[in-house]
């Protein structure tokens, strides 16, 4: 299931790494990474001549699928709406209760 998800994520023509795929389908890079190396060698995934730096600092290779030669842009994350605040308790002032 791992694997649809990532192919029907890098069809919209992304160019990712195996870590900002992960991010993006919120899985951990230990269970994407097997399944991405495993995209790139039964070719449905393209590695690109571009790297990119993961958090553990170490750089990746960037991907695309086969069928998708066009790059996309992520979409920009939408920040959610502020909440309400609870109602603020009357502020008194102490001077003036013990004076």
């Given at each position: ?30 269970a994407t990474r097997p ?20 958090v553990s600092g170490m ?41």
């Amino acid at each position: 299931m791992l694997r649809i998800a990532i192919i029907e994520l890098m069809l919209n023509g992304y160019r990712l790494t195996a870590d900002e795929i992960a991010k993006q389908l919120k899985e951990s890079v230990l269970a994407t990474r097997p399944r991405v190396s495993e995209l790139v060698k039964i070719g449905t995934l393209i590695k690109l001549t571009d790297r990119r730096i993961n958090v553990s600092g170490m750089t990746a290779h960037v991907l695309r699928h086969k069928d998708s030669l066009t790059a996309v842009d992520l979409p920009q994350a939408i920040p959610a709406k502020p909440r309400r605040s609870a109602p603020q308790a009357l502020h008194t002032d102490q001077n003036a209760l013990f004076g």
